[in-house]
């Protein structure tokens, strides 16, 4: 039998964070919404992720590129 070595939990390995920016990678059309009628929040939670930027407001500008740097984490 086979010894095992134990690793610690390192809740890091499961870290899924990307930015608005990487986002619109995957998901192009998010880059065709006015956000000033849609809220991007609601927009990507039917695509598993949430805005967890503690700055980001709904409706603030109506280009996606203002939120660019707001991070997002994929909803498992």
Request: no cysteine.
């Amino acid at each position: 039998m086979k010894n095992k070595t134990k690793v610690p939990f390192d809740p890091d390995d499961f870290d899924t964070s990307i930015t608005v920016k990487e986002l619109t990678k995957k998901f192009p059309h998010l880059l065709d919404l006015d956000y000033k009628k849609v809220s991007l929040a609601n927009e990507i939670i039917p695509l598993n992720y949430e805005i967890f930027s503690k700055d980001y407001k709904d409706f603030i500008s109506s280009n996606i590129k203002d939120y660019f740097d707001f991070e997002v984490d994929a909803v498992i």
